[in-house]
């Protein structure tokens, strides 16, 4: 069974920076797509980024193109947001989500995943 656990949350300054981590157990992420998500206080759960396997694929929304990273570290089995000139409509709580993928590139920022991390918190203060 894969487990995912979300850390590198906090409180930031608008214009500061975070870095959020999707560790993963059980089971080595190659062919897996990630996902990372958010939800905020009243609001539906959006998608932000994906990953596809063997990073053939990154996808970002709209709202974070420009400003976010994703990324990979196949040796520490981990998946990182990068998340750069936070603004405070970024403060919400962040899931990182897997679904298996095989060889093919499929990403995806709708809710088809099927194993989810916990959430971290990422508050920014204006």
Same mark, same amino acid.
Request: with cysteine; proline share 2%; glycine share 12%.
């Given at each position: ?12 300054? *608008? ?9 993963? *157990?059980?089971? %080595? ?33 709209? *709202?974070?193109?420009?400003?976010? %990273? ?33 060889? %093919? ?14 959430? %971290?918190?990422?508050?920014? *203060?204006?």
């Amino acid at each position: 069974q894969l487990q995912l656990v979300e850390s590198g949350g906090g409180l930031v300054q *608008s214009g500061g920076s975070l870095r959020l981590s999707c560790a993963a *157990s059980g089971r %080595t992420l190659d062919g897996y797509a990630i996902g990372w998500f958010r939800q905020a206080p009243g609001k539906e759960r959006e998608g932000v980024s994906c990953l596809s396997n063997s990073d053939g694929v990154r996808y970002y929304s709209d *709202s974070v193109k420009g400003r976010f %990273t994703i990324s990979r570290d196949n040796a520490k089995n981990t998946v990182y947001l990068q998340m750069n000139s936070l603004k405070p409509e970024d403060t919400a709580v962040y899931y990182c989500a897997a679904m298996w993928v095989g060889t %093919t590139w499929h990403c995806s920022t709708q809710d088809e995943y099927d194993y989810w991390g916990q959430g %971290t918190q990422v508050t920014v *203060s204006s």
